[in-house]
């Protein structure tokens, strides 16, 4: 799964390796680690606006009319099911890239999960990376706009398969799909399907270690 993450990258780092300008410079979320049961507005590039970083947009999708602490079941989108599932089939060709500078998951040292190990997850290729994402953008009834996004997972690789070892999670690990810089407009182009991107045909090179 994928729920603390890293952006650790100033806007200038983030502008320059992206060759784009963000919307409001004031609004780029910096930390070292990030929960996203908080919410945040983590930098993100729609689809529909593939030309800027955008930085109104939070991540937990909600889906039109669900009350709002729906999003803690949200934070992630199986690629296998999007098409499936009602909170995400409406936004599978709404499409965008969650950068980060890495991300974070625990192995567990025993059986109960009382010792834990937590690892940091980086892309080997760069130090600034984009996670495949869905968004969705709606008004409710009191006028209040809600943006919002989810991260899409994949099957784990053998190293995040290791990493990602809690009982709950046997034979159904998890990663986040980590789009390849050269893959960025590709994962954005509806016309090419989501699965095209999961694990195993798509394999980016990822390295993970412990952290502090």
């Known amino acids: 799964m994928c729920y603390y993450v890293q952006q650790s990258k100033?806007?200038?780092?983030?502008?320059?390796?992206?060759?784009?300008n963000v919307d409001h410079k004031e609004n780029v979320f910096t930390s070292d680690?990030?929960?996203?049961?908080?919410?945040?507005?983590?930098p993100i590039i729609l689809d529909s606006k593939p030309e800027i970083i955008t930085t109104n947009f939070t991540w937990?999708?909600?889906?039109?009319?669900?009350?709002k602490d729906?999003?803690?079941?949200?934070?992630?989108?199986?690629?296998?099911?999007?098409e499936e599932k009602p909170s995400f089939a409406p936004s599978i060709n709404k499409r965008c890239l969650v950068i980060v500078s890495?991300?974070?998951?625990?192995?567990?040292?025993?059986?109960?999960?009382k010792s834990k190990t937590k690892y940091q997850i980086n892309s080997q290729e760069q130090e600034l990376f984009c996670l495949a994402g869905i968004y969705n953008s709606w008004q409710d009834k009191n006028g209040s706009v809600w943006n919002t996004y989810s991260i899409v997972t994949t099957e784990a690789d053998a190293q995040?398969?290791?990493i990602h070892n809690r009982k709950e999670s046997e034979g159904d690990?998890?990663?986040p799909i980590l789009i390849k810089h050269e893959d960025e407009n590709a994962w954005l182009d509806a016309k090419n399907h989501p699965m095209e991107f999961a694990f195993p045909k798509y394999q980016p090179a990822i390295i993970g270690f412990p952290a502090d």
């Not at 100033?10 to 784009?20: G, Q, R, S, V």
């Not at 729906?70 to 999007?82: D, G, H, I, Q």
């Not at 890495?102 to 999960?113: I, M, R, S, V």
């Open 60 to 67: 937990g999708l909600l889906p039109t009319n669900r009350d």
């Open 10 to 20: 100033l806007t200038i780092e983030i502008t320059d390796f992206f060759n784009k």
């Open 33 to 42: 680690f990030i929960n996203g049961f908080s919410y945040p507005n983590l």
């Open 102 to 113: 890495a991300y974070y998951d625990y192995h567990w040292n025993d059986a109960t999960g």
């Open 173 to 175: 690990q998890r990663m």
């Open 160 to 162: 995040m398969k290791y």
């Open 70 to 82: 729906f999003r803690k079941s949200t934070l992630n989108a199986r690629v296998e099911t999007l």
